[in-house]
């Protein structure tokens, strides 16, 4: 049973920072990308981030770029994965609920692909 648990999201400032984790169990993990994507209130869903499983490739909207860093844990154990959202300088247009997702690949080569996904955790910025 594929399980994604997000957590780290709150309230912050402009320019402050937050760290996202996502705890990934229940699939074998190294065949699945494991990324971000978010939605806020009254828009669509945007991808964020996601990092490959077979080279830790990484993919980043351009909205986040240079902002946000996307990691995974070190570990062999292909059972239980975390994957990590560093974002720094945020902006009120990063208010959403983030959620963390996983597929074979994250990219279709035109949009991402999410076919898993958690409950999400909601990034507030604002003063």
């Known amino acids: 049973q594929v399980q994604l648990v997000e957590s780290g999201g709150g309230v912050v400032q402009p320019g402050g920072s937050l760290r996202l984790s996502c705890a990934a169990s229940?699939?074998?993990?190294?065949?699945?990308?494991i990324g971000w994507f978010r939605q806020a209130p009254g828009k669509e869903r945007e991808g964020v981030s996601c990092i490959s499983s077979s080279d830790a490739t990484t993919r980043y909207a351009d909205s986040v770029k240079g902002r946000f860093t996307i990691s995974r844990d070190s570990t062999k154990n292909t059972a239980e994965k975390t994957v990590y959202l560093q974002m720094n300088s945020l902006k009120p247009e990063d208010t959403a609920v983030y959620y963390c997702?996983?597929?074979?690949?994250?990219?279709?080569?035109?949009?991402?692909?999410?076919?898993?996904y958690g409950q999400g955790t909601q990034v507030t910025v604002s003063s």
């Open positions: 229940g699939f074998t993990l190294n065949r699945y990308s």
């Open positions: 997702g996983a597929s074979p690949r994250c990219w279709s080569g035109s949009a991402w692909v999410f076919d898993y």
